[in-house]
């Protein structure tokens, strides 16, 4: 499909992605790699929150065995929507292409970055001992 489109630029959205099992990992270091690496890519973004470390770990590992071959930029980001302006390089296309991606992939993921801890108490009364 992308030798189709003769698309250049790719962004791979992993964050609805559950953890990936260890034979999907061989899968793709001998079989998707492999046939990204013949694609005519320039920059692959990689949309995957900082809070799915398992996958990053994944991601990571399987670039960095095929680091030789790679000929495309790799970029990794917590949010579709920071990915693409930053693929687009804020084209004033980006607006109808993220309904696009919106109208094909659904909504978007909350955002990635909130704190994950309760908010500390502070100026809060104090409870009664």
Known sequence: MITQLGASRVVLELNAMPD???YDQIWLS????????KLPL???VVVLSARRVYNQQVVEGVLSASALNIRFDVQFFAQAEAAMAWLTDDSPRLPALLRE????????APATDEVAEPRAPYNQPRRPD
Not at 30 to 37: E, G, N, R
Not at 101 to 108: D, F, L, Q, R, V
Request: charged share 5%; hydrophobic share 50%.
């Open 101 to 108: 991606w919106a109208g094909s992939c659904g909504a978007s």
């Open 30 to 37: 001998t079989t998707f790699m492999p046939a990204l690496l």
């Open 20 to 22: 990936i099992p260890v």
């Open 42 to 44: 320039k920059q692959v």
